[in-house]
Protein backbone atom coordinates (compact mmCIF):
# COMPACT_ATOMS: atom_id res chain seq x y z
CA UNK A 1 0.00 0.00 0.00
CA UNK A 2 2.46 2.63 0.97
CA UNK A 3 4.91 1.67 -1.98
CA UNK A 4 1.76 1.91 -4.69
CA UNK A 5 1.46 5.57 -2.93
CA UNK A 6 4.81 6.60 -3.11
CA UNK A 7 4.81 5.46 -7.28
CA UNK A 8 1.45 7.55 -7.69
CA UNK A 9 3.53 10.72 -6.00
CA UNK A 10 6.22 10.04 -8.32
CA UNK A 11 3.92 9.40 -11.69
CA UNK A 12 1.78 12.58 -10.81
CA UNK A 13 5.00 14.26 -10.43
CA UNK A 14 6.98 13.14 -13.59
CA UNK A 15 3.20 14.07 -15.61
CA UNK A 16 2.65 17.75 -14.14
CA UNK A 17 6.82 18.18 -14.59
CA UNK A 18 5.59 17.47 -18.43
CA UNK A 19 2.57 20.13 -18.12
CA UNK A 20 4.68 22.38 -16.56
CA UNK A 21 7.99 22.08 -17.93
CA UNK A 22 10.71 20.86 -15.95
CA UNK A 23 12.27 24.19 -15.63
CA UNK A 24 9.73 25.31 -12.99
CA UNK A 25 11.52 22.81 -10.23
CA UNK A 26 14.68 24.04 -10.92
CA UNK A 27 13.70 27.28 -10.05
CA UNK A 28 11.87 26.41 -7.39
CA UNK A 29 15.38 24.71 -6.34
CA UNK A 30 16.78 27.71 -7.03
CA UNK A 31 14.79 30.25 -4.75
CA UNK A 32 14.46 27.15 -2.32
CA UNK A 33 18.73 27.99 -2.23
CA UNK A 34 18.52 31.62 -2.12
CA UNK A 35 15.78 31.55 1.19
CA UNK A 36 18.06 29.21 3.09
CA UNK A 37 21.13 31.51 2.28
CA UNK A 38 19.50 35.03 3.09
CA UNK A 39 18.62 33.23 6.39
CA UNK A 40 22.38 32.52 6.75
CA UNK A 41 22.99 35.73 6.17
CA UNK A 42 20.78 37.21 8.10
CA UNK A 43 22.16 35.73 11.35
CA UNK A 44 25.58 36.42 10.47
CA UNK A 45 24.57 40.13 10.30
CA UNK A 46 22.82 39.75 13.82
CA UNK A 47 26.39 38.02 15.03
CA UNK A 48 28.53 41.15 13.07
CA UNK A 49 25.99 44.00 14.75
CA UNK A 50 26.51 41.95 18.27
CA UNK A 51 30.44 42.36 18.38
CA UNK A 52 30.77 46.13 16.71
CA UNK A 53 31.89 45.35 13.75
CA UNK A 54 34.12 43.25 11.87
CA UNK A 55 36.95 41.10 11.94
CA UNK A 56 39.77 43.71 11.11
CA UNK A 57 38.36 46.04 13.82
CA UNK A 58 38.16 43.37 16.62
CA UNK A 59 41.28 44.31 18.86
CA UNK A 60 40.96 47.89 18.60
CA UNK A 61 39.13 49.70 21.60
CA UNK A 62 35.86 49.53 23.04
CA UNK A 63 33.79 51.93 25.56
CA UNK A 64 34.98 50.56 28.76
CA UNK A 65 38.62 49.01 27.81
CA UNK A 66 41.23 49.80 29.84
CA UNK A 67 43.18 52.40 28.31
CA UNK A 68 46.59 52.31 30.63
CA UNK A 69 48.21 53.94 33.29
CA UNK A 70 48.19 53.42 36.89
CA UNK A 71 45.87 50.93 38.62
CA UNK A 72 45.04 50.97 42.34
CA UNK A 73 46.10 48.11 44.02
CA UNK A 74 44.21 46.81 47.37
CA UNK A 75 46.81 44.67 48.54
CA UNK A 76 44.98 41.99 47.62
CA UNK A 77 45.70 38.40 45.62
CA UNK A 78 48.20 38.70 42.95
CA UNK A 79 47.86 36.58 40.20
Do not use: C, N
Not at 24 to 50: C, F, N, S, T, W
Request: charged share 35%; hydrophobic share 30%.
Amino acid sequence: MWLRRVLDADRDGYRRGERTGYDRGYIDGIEARKHAQHLVADVIGAHLARWDGLRADFGKPRPGDYTGGPVAWDGGQRS
